[in-house]
């Protein structure tokens, strides 16, 4: 797949700490980078690595999807009364 300026893909999966509070697990931090500004996201999640990585993956498709309608499909839409 070509990368344009305004697809988002994953960068990075890496173990990290687990967060404080929370007792168990192994955690993985993900970096998300793309769009028109070349952002950087990153957040945390626990399991596996590829576990991880396909929530990784599954949420860059999503950004890709919202740039590609200019919205996304998750914010509430008004509805005509």
């Not at 999966?13 to 990153?42: C, D, F, L, S």
């Not at 399991?47 to 949420?59: C, K, L, P, Y």
């Amino acid at each position: 797949m070509m990368m344009t300026a305004s697809n988002f893909s994953v960068t990075a999966v890496n173990r990290t700490e687990t967060p404080e509070g929370i007792g168990h697990g192994t955690w993985y931090e993900y970096v998300i980078e793309g769009g028109a500004k070349r952002q950087r996201i990153t957040g945390c999640r626990c399991g596996s690595r590829d576990q991880v990585r396909q929530h990784a993956e599954n949420f860059a498709q999503v950004l890709n999807e919202r740039a590609k309608r200019g919205y996304s499909v998750f914010a509430p839409r008004r509805t005509a009364r």
